[in-house]
């Protein structure tokens, strides 16, 4: 636990230090009676925490010994403040808290706010029980606090609390001190928790909050450690299963018993429509309406009315699940070879090349991607090129698709119109579905959020402590991210996880695939204003993702210049910060793997530049998540507009093509049964959801960061309302950016 046990607990000036502990208690009553009735807490599994000491049997409390008169009056609450019933207790258990002072006389009363969870031997995350506040008097003088100590008793069972924070309140007109904590507290450390003030490194060795903070972050070193899950690919937290995590990482109970419940009820209805199905035929679109129940919405609805219209299939390109590919066309694609008799599609193509209306969406990427054995039946993959125009009125309509780039079996690959036959026409459109499907959920998903916001958690756990005012900034946004990603790597990209069970990159070709995007990813491409530029779309009609994205870019850089521009008034101090600059290095060349020469910086030497990557920190696991996240339900809930695999090879000739060959290359109804209950899984909207900027935890201290605060959460309900009133316009309105639906970290 990062700080535990620090040697800073203790004064370092002796002759002017106090110590304070709260006085003897005993072990706690059994409750009364509770007017509701309370949730189960379901015992957790065997095991050994690498990283935690072992649970023994312990006392369960006693306190201090304390000759002055104090008083201890705990209220019992929910820990999520909502969705559990209150239960109260009168007595506590037992926090020993030590008060450091400094010279100042002061005559304090601390508030310890803690969550009282119960755990038995194995020392994975706690499940949660209560939450109680401690109010205690102290008549002696104790100065002005540096730093609070606090240690937990126990008795029988390790039963770990996690503190929020403390407050100290001193007579009369008197400041209240803060200490953050939003840990758990747990074993026989003490926890020594500096005042909340946000300090930067300092240049004198002896200073006990230097010492803090580097033997904070020596501990934390040791705690959080890098590991490679697979070669060329970003480091990760070196967890091999979710128990393996440091417990500060881990979900909460809420969090834990939704996120395991939704998978057990996707597999029950992945049971039921199986037996459903099960004597009836598959032989025609209609018959996926069999499984088109349960979990979906109105949007999902609406796009399996209209999933085959032209005008809906652009329209995804710009505001669908995957806005991140399509870009200008400034020349026609090299790959795009017109046989003889397309003069016609030739001429047109160049008008709108001269107009600044042709758009490419190139999956170039996935060629030489090996596909999926499911089964023992071969998958099959392509590597589609759409060329679309942009009508007068801003739709975005397909003029040819190239589902296979040249090769030399096939030097001139077949062309598909919209003109053509309609069931062969709808077969290349869904051949570039299932293709965008495997982009946006490993490249522009999986890679770009969760794995660079992973490298961004962990490179900030192990170079900047508890006291950096960076370090405060990010901690709200990597809530969650470390567990999220153990579990995608143990259950949806492991082998015989879900890729391996229904999509086509399943079987390793999705590692093949993420090592091709990490050599592509760059800093740019994590920029909205320089990706944008790059790919044409700035100021483009109805492109309501680019339209929303920076806008948000602009609320988030204004909150970030705040606070960086308070704590780093000139450029030489941010060339000066070492904790900073070790930072900025362990993620460019440790966590992305020497992605200097990607565009990353290898350090900072100003406050705009700082400014601009702490902004696409804090863009990427928010705002950028939220827009690639959200709309798995709404476009992938119907199966065929977003098939993640097909089962037969692309087609080369279009009169060949009936409804045999389209049934009998879009998943079948296993595949697209477990599909549909992924996609709710992961695109719904998480219960104990956090939305941008609204997180509860109180890591600054002083009026001046609660200032920027606040005036972020204002600048974000003004945009609010603007989406809110555009979409009652539209007819598909874009929500995902809303900033009331962007979750605060990447959690699932």
Same mark, same amino acid.
């Given at each position: 636990?990062?700080?535990?046990?620090?040697?800073?607990?203790?004064?370092?000036?002796?002759?002017?230090?106090?110590?304070?502990?709260?006085?003897?208690?005993?072990?706690?009553?059994?409750?009364?009676?509770?007017?509701?009735?309370?949730?189960?807490?379901?015992?957790?599994?065997?095991?050994? *925490?690498?990283?935690?000491?072992?649970?023994?049997?312990?006392?369960?409390?006693?306190?201090?010994?304390?000759?002055?008169?104090?008083?201890?009056?705990?209220?019992?609450?929910?820990?999520?403040?909502?969705?559990?019933?209150?239960?109260?207790?009168?007595?506590?258990?037992?926090?020993?808290?030590?008060?450091?002072?400094?010279?100042?006389?002061?005559?304090?009363?601390?508030?310890?706010?803690?969550?009282?969870?119960?755990?038995?031997?194995?020392?994975?995350?706690?499940?949660?029980?209560? !939450?109680?506040?401690?109010?205690?008097?102290?008549? !002696?003088?104790?100065?002005?606090?540096?730093?609070?100590?606090?240690?937990?008793?126990? $008795?029988?069972?390790? =039963?770990?609390?996690?503190?929020?924070?403390?407050?100290?309140?001193?007579?009369?007109?008197?400041?209240?001190?803060?200490?953050?904590?939003?840990?758990?507290?747990?074993?026989?450390?003490?926890?020594?928790?500096?005042?909340?003030?946000?300090?930067?490194?300092?240049?004198?060795?002896?200073?006990?909050?230097?010492?803090?903070?580097?033997?904070?972050?020596?501990?934390?070193?040791?705690?959080?450690?890098?590991?490679?899950?697979?070669?060329?690919?970003?480091?990760?937290?070196?967890?091999? /299963?979710?128990?393996?995590?440091?417990?500060?990482?881990?979900?909460?109970?809420?969090?834990?018993?939704?996120?395991?419940?939704?998978?057990?009820?996707?597999?029950? !209805?992945?049971?039921?429509?199986?037996?459903?199905?099960?004597?009836?035929?598959?032989?025609?679109?209609?018959?996926? =309406?069999?499984?088109? $129940?349960?979990?979906?919405?109105?949007?999902?609805?609406?796009?399996?009315?209209?999933?085959?219209?032209?005008?809906?299939?652009?329209?995804?390109?710009?505001?669908?699940?995957?806005?991140?590919?399509?870009?200008?066309?400034?020349?026609?694609?090299?790959?795009?070879?017109?046989?003889?008799?397309?003069?016609?599609?030739?001429?047109?193509?160049?008008?709108?090349?001269?107009?600044?209306?042709?758009?490419?969406? =190139?999956?170039?990427?996935?060629?030489?991607?090996?596909?999926?054995?499911?089964?023992?039946?071969?998958?099959?993959?392509?590597?589609?090129?759409?060329?679309?125009?942009?009508?007068?009125?801003?739709?975005?309509?397909?003029?040819?698709?190239?589902?296979?780039?040249?090769?030399?079996?096939?030097? @001139?690959?077949?062309?598909?119109?919209?003109?053509?036959?309609?069931?062969?026409?709808?077969?290349?459109?869904?051949?570039?579905?299932?293709?965008?499907?495997?982009?946006?959920?490993?490249?522009? *998903?999986?890679?770009?959020?969760?794995?660079?916001?992973?490298?961004?958690?962990?490179?900030?756990?192990?170079?900047?402590?508890?006291?950096?005012? @960076?370090?405060?900034?990010?901690?709200?946004?990597?809530?969650?991210?470390?567990?999220?990603?153990?579990?995608?790597?143990?259950?949806?990209?492991?082998?015989?996880? @879900?890729?391996?069970?229904?999509?086509?990159?399943?079987?390793?070709?999705?590692?093949?695939?993420?090592?091709?995007?990490?050599?592509?990813?760059?800093?740019?491409?994590?920029?909205?204003?320089?990706?944008?530029?790059?790919?044409?779309?700035?100021?483009?009609?109805?492109?309501?993702?680019?339209?929303?994205?920076?806008?948000?870019?602009?609320?988030?850089?204004?909150?970030?210049?705040?606070?960086?521009?308070?704590?780093?008034?000139?450029?030489?101090?941010? /060339?000066?910060?070492?904790?900073?600059?070790?930072?900025?290095?362990?993620?460019? !060349?440790?966590?992305?793997?020497?992605?200097?020469?990607?565009?990353?910086?290898?350090?900072?030497?100003?406050?705009?530049?700082?400014?601009?990557?702490?902004?696409?920190?804090?863009?990427?696991?928010?705002?950028?998540?939220?827009?690639?996240?959200?709309?798995?339900?709404?476009?992938?809930?119907?199966?065929?507009?977003?098939?993640?695999?097909?089962?037969?090879?692309?087609?080369?000739?279009?009169?060949?093509?009936?409804?045999?060959?389209?049934?009998?290359?879009?998943?079948?109804?296993?595949?697209?049964?477990?599909?549909?209950?992924?996609? $709710?899984?992961?695109?719904?909207?998480?219960?104990?959801?956090?939305?941008?900027?609204?997180?509860?935890?109180?890591?600054?201290?002083?009026?001046?960061?609660?200032?920027?605060?606040?005036?972020?959460?204002?600048?974000?309900?003004?945009?609010?309302?603007? @989406?809110?009133?555009?979409?009652?316009?539209?007819?598909?309105?874009?929500?995902?950016?809303?900033?009331?639906?962007?979750?605060?970290?990447?959690?699932?």
């Amino acid at each position: 636990m990062g700080g535990a046990g620090s040697s800073c607990g203790t004064s370092p000036d002796p002759s002017t230090a106090s110590q304070a502990d709260l006085p003897e208690a005993g072990p706690l009553p059994s409750p009364g009676p509770s007017p509701e009735k309370r949730r189960p807490s379901p015992p957790f599994g065997r095991g050994t *925490h690498p990283l935690l000491p072992p649970s023994s049997p312990r006392r369960p409390g006693d306190l201090g010994k304390c000759p002055h008169p104090c008083s201890l009056q705990p209220r019992g609450s929910c820990p999520s403040r909502s969705r559990l019933p209150r239960r109260s207790r009168k007595a506590s258990r037992t926090h020993s808290v030590g008060l450091t002072p400094a010279r100042a006389p002061l005559s304090s009363r601390s508030y310890a706010r803690t969550r009282r969870h119960s755990q038995s031997l194995q020392p994975a995350l706690p499940l949660c029980s209560q !939450e109680e506040e401690f109010d205690r008097d102290v008549a !002696e003088d104790l100065g002005l606090l540096q730093f609070v100590r606090l240690r937990k008793h126990h $008795w029988l069972v390790d =039963d770990a609390w996690f503190c929020d924070r403390i407050t100290v309140q001193g007579p009369g007109a008197c400041a209240e001190a803060a200490f953050p904590c939003y840990r758990w507290v747990q074993g026989e450390d003490i926890l020594s928790l500096p005042e909340g003030t946000a300090r930067l490194p300092g240049d004198n060795a002896l200073d006990v909050f230097q010492k803090h903070r580097e033997k904070e972050l020596k501990d934390r070193q040791q705690i959080y450690c890098w590991a490679t899950w697979k070669e060329g690919l970003p480091l990760t937290i070196a967890a091999e /299963r979710k128990d393996d995590l440091p417990p500060n990482m881990r979900f909460h109970e809420e969090k834990r018993l939704d996120f395991e419940w939704t998978l057990k009820a996707g597999a029950l !209805e992945m049971a039921l429509k199986r037996v459903y199905t099960l004597l009836s035929s598959w032989n025609c679109l209609e018959d996926f =309406d069999q499984i088109f $129940w349960g979990q979906k919405n109105a949007l999902a609805e609406k796009v399996h009315q209209c999933w085959q219209d032209d005008e809906l299939f652009g329209y995804q390109f710009v505001n669908g699940a995957n806005p991140m590919l399509l870009r200008r066309s400034t020349s026609l694609p090299s790959r795009l070879v017109l046989p003889s008799g397309m003069e016609e599609l030739r001429a047109q193509l160049e008008k709108e090349l001269q107009n600044g209306s042709l758009f490419e969406a =190139d999956f170039i990427l996935l060629d030489g991607i090996p596909a999926n054995v499911i089964r023992g039946e071969k998958q099959y993959l392509a590597a589609p090129l759409v060329m679309l125009k942009m009508e007068p009125n801003g739709k975005l309509l397909p003029m040819v698709i190239q589902i296979q780039p040249p090769n030399p079996s096939s030097p @001139i690959p077949t062309l598909f119109l919209p003109s053509d036959p309609p069931l062969a026409w709808l077969l290349a459109k869904s051949w570039v579905r299932n293709s965008d499907f495997q982009l946006h959920q490993l490249q522009y *998903h999986l890679l770009n959020t969760h794995l660079v916001a992973e490298v961004i958690a962990v490179a900030t756990m192990r170079c900047l402590p508890g006291l950096h005012p @960076i370090f405060k900034l990010l901690i709200p946004h990597i809530r969650y991210t470390m567990e999220i990603n153990t579990r995608a790597r143990t259950q949806l990209i492991s082998d015989g996880g @879900i890729f391996d069970k229904a999509v086509s990159t399943g079987g390793g070709g999705h590692v093949q695939l993420l090592r091709r995007a990490t050599a592509q990813l760059t800093y740019c491409s994590l920029c909205p204003p320089d990706d944008l530029a790059d790919r044409g779309l700035l100021g483009l009609p109805g492109a309501l993702y680019a339209r929303d994205a920076l806008r948000l870019w602009e609320i988030i850089a204004r909150y970030v210049e705040g606070i960086v521009h308070f704590f780093y008034q000139r450029d030489d101090v941010v /060339r000066g910060d070492p904790e900073l600059q070790a930072w900025c290095r362990e993620i460019t !060349e440790v966590g992305l793997c020497q992605a200097q020469d990607r565009g990353f910086p290898v350090s900072f030497q100003s406050q705009s530049q700082l400014c601009h990557f702490l902004t696409m920190c804090v863009f990427t696991c928010t705002a950028q998540h939220a827009a690639i996240n959200q709309g798995q339900l709404d476009w992938y809930a119907w199966v065929p507009n977003a098939p993640c695999t097909m089962r037969m090879p692309p087609p080369t000739t279009k009169e060949d093509v009936t409804m045999a060959t389209v049934m009998g290359s879009l998943p079948d109804v296993q595949q697209a049964c477990l599909q549909m209950a992924i996609s $709710w899984h992961l695109g719904r909207r998480q219960p104990d959801m956090v939305p941008l900027g609204h997180h509860k935890e109180k890591y600054f201290s002083g009026p001046k960061p609660k200032a920027v605060l606040n005036q972020f959460r204002t600048d974000l309900e003004n945009l609010e309302k603007e @989406i809110t009133a555009r979409n009652e316009q539209l007819d598909w309105p874009y929500e995902y950016l809303k900033p009331s639906c962007i979750e605060n970290s990447v959690t699932i």
